[in-house]
């Protein structure tokens, strides 16, 4: 399936100014191809995929199961090379742990660290100064929703909470990146509503550049400035849409309730399921 001619002309104005005065993109990608494997068992998983996401855009990539969505999330982290082709991040090539925060769908926290010193620790791993800590760790767990837990252990918090302790330190550092692997999929219907409310919220509000991946079609129009589809194995681009939904100003059963979510909404579902076909 092809991009409608909106999702073209839109793809360019991006492609401009990724590359404007505000200088490199904060991801570039291109020609990207990954395979697994060798010989009689090599698998393509992925491409080929060229992709530009500019500074303070929040991209949501959404596909079937085995479309590539994680692997293309890995390459961009730096945790897998690409088998050619190449993906930047900010301009350079990525490296684990450097360029990006990174939420997986496991919180993946120090159970025998409280909730603040899980983030004090990512913290003093970007180098923030001890002196400074303090300060910043409550600012964090606000900032998502979780104010006066800082002193509990992490086995006395419920599954969404210990998500948002997750993406408090991902954003610990002043990485410009904010990577998010499926983060809300094993979590009840009304936890991930909220969580799915917490995170574009806090998204206007610092203007990070997220790069999310989920199978919900309607996590990714609710987040999204921009929704990529990814076609079945090997994942290709099957539909790049903007969503020109209010980012502020607007309560989330608002937004929900807007005739142009109806239909965005049924856009990206229909791609999703001719991509997988």
């Not at 994680?70 to 450097?98: C, K, N």
């Not at 800082?150 to 330190?169: M, N």
């Not at 954003?171 to 991930?192: C, H, K, V, W």
């Not at 999310?212 to 990529?228: D, I």
Request: overall charge positive.
């Amino acid at each position: 399936m092809s991009s409608p001619p909106d999702a073209i002309s839109a793809a360019a104005v991006r492609a401009n100014t990724a590359n404007g005065a505000n200088g490199a993109a904060a991801v570039h990608a291109h020609e990207v191809e990954h395979v697994y494997g060798t010989g009689a068992d090599a698998v393509t998983a992925l491409g080929p995929i060229s992709l530009e996401v500019p500074q303070g855009s929040f991209l949501v990539i959404v596909g079937a199961s085995g479309c590539g969505k994680s692997t293309l999330l890995r390459l961009i982290a730096g945790f897998e090379q690409p088998t050619s082709g190449t993906v930047r991040t900010g301009g350079e090539r990525p490296v684990p742990g450097r360029g990006a925060g990174i939420v997986f769908q496991q919180p993946r926290l120090f159970p025998w660290k409280s909730v603040g010193g899980n983030v004090e620790l990512a913290l003093r791993y970007a180098g923030v100064p001890r002196e400074e800590r303090a300060r910043h760790v409550p600012e964090l767990l606000r900032r998502v929703g979780l104010d006066n837990v800082a002193h509990r252990r992490i086995w006395q918090l419920s599954g969404g909470q210990r998500q948002r302790v997750a993406i408090a330190r991902a954003m610990a550092s002043d990485n410009p990146l904010l990577l998010l692997d499926e983060p809300f999929a094993a979590l009840d219907a009304l936890t991930r509503e909220r969580l799915q409310e917490d995170l574009r919220r806090v998204s206007a509000q610092t203007g990070r550049t997220s790069v999310f991946v989920t199978h919900s079609v309607e996590e990714a129009v609710f987040l999204g400035s921009r929704v990529v589809v990814l076609t079945r194995r090997p994942g290709r681009i099957a539909l790049d849409l903007d969503i020109p939904l209010p980012r502020t100003g607007l309560e989330p059963d608002e937004l929900r309730a807007l005739p142009e979510y109806a239909a965005l909404r049924a856009t990206v579902s229909q791609a999703v399921r001719t991509a997988a076909a």
